[in-house]
């Protein structure tokens, strides 16, 4: 089967949810966007994974076509929603691959409902939750800078300051210019600005705060199921990595050459070969 799309009702939440491949002999992978509050089809991985496994993504709770109601943001409401596609589609245990802020929200998920988990991708993923969530905000922050001028700079702030206010066309403006950041080490890429239409003010704001608000992640271990860490070699993150590396003293970790934060569209190549040795697929047994 091809490509098919849902819109699933968790309480007052609706979840825009792609399928891909659904094939009940399949086992189930499904991929976390990161964000908070921005939509990433990514298209690249999801093609690497359609011709090994059902593949489910889904635009989290006011992000895209996906609606929030009156049930918010909260950290629980995330891990209630991942649940609720696995059981739509009847699927007890299923491989999760989190990038950025999604590897993240993986993270949490594998503390709270890991005896669900086949295995467990961690692309670039955000450090943590509380205050090591700060230590990656000023990361990034010190990242971004660094890739502006001045006046991309002070548009980047303003943005910023008129999304904290509510404006989701600042936020998209924004998240624009992030985009360009990181990619400018490598070529000519396009940005779907179409997709950038779907970032909405609401779900960042409130999650980030959330995620402040959330107990800090302690260390993960006996784990029943494989764990891999990987992160560009001019990824966003700083020093709050070590934190989040040394909270999964079983997990496999990889550093890619030439590569920043979006390592399937900043390279691509060693990105497959590293998803190849982790999930044991030769190469020629995908059509990405």
């Excluded at 999801?46 to 909260?74: A, H, M, P, T």
């Excluded at 060693?270 to 995908?286: R, T, W």
Aim: some cysteine; charged content about 25%.
């Amino acid at each position: 089967m091809g490509k098919s799309n849902r819109f699933i009702s968790n309480g007052d939440t609706t979840l825009h949810t792609n399928i891909y491949s659904l094939n009940k002999d399949k086992e189930t992978i499904i991929i976390l966007h990161g964000g908070p509050g921005v939509p990433d089809e990514m298209r690249e991985v999801v093609d690497y994974f359609r011709g090994i496994y059902s593949v489910i993504n889904f635009e989290q709770r006011g992000v895209g076509l996906s609606k929030c109601g009156k049930s918010g943001f909260k950290i629980e409401n995330y891990i209630s929603d991942l649940d609720k596609i696995a059981d739509e589609f009847n699927v007890e245990k299923f491989h999760l691959f989190g990038h950025s802020w999604g590897g993240l929200y993986a993270q949490i998920y594998a503390y709270k409902r890991g005896n669900r988990i086949k295995s467990l991708f961690l692309c670039s993923p955000s450090s943590g939750t509380n205050q090591t969530w700060k230590k990656t905000e000023k990361e990034v922050l010190q990242f971004n800078k660094r890739m502006t001028n001045f006046s991309e700079w002070m548009k980047m702030g303003l943005n910023s300051l008129l999304g904290m206010l509510g404006s989701d066309k600042a936020y998209q403006r924004m998240f624009e210019q992030v985009l360009k950041n990181y990619h400018s080490d490598y070529g000519k890429i396009l940005i779907d600005i179409e997709s950038l239409n779907g970032v909405h003010a609401k779900p960042i704001n409130k999650t980030r705060k959330e995620i402040i608000e959330y107990e800090p992640l302690t260390e993960l271990k006996d784990t029943n199921f494989p764990i891999i860490i990987t992160y560009g070699d001019n990824d966003i993150y700083g020093d709050s990595k070590n934190e989040l590396i040394n909270r999964f003293p079983t997990a496999n970790v990889q550093i890619l050459n030439n590569c920043g934060h979006i390592p399937w569209k900043h390279n691509l190549s060693e990105f497959k070969s590293v998803l190849d040795k982790f999930y044991g697929i030769k190469p020629a047994a995908n059509n990405a």
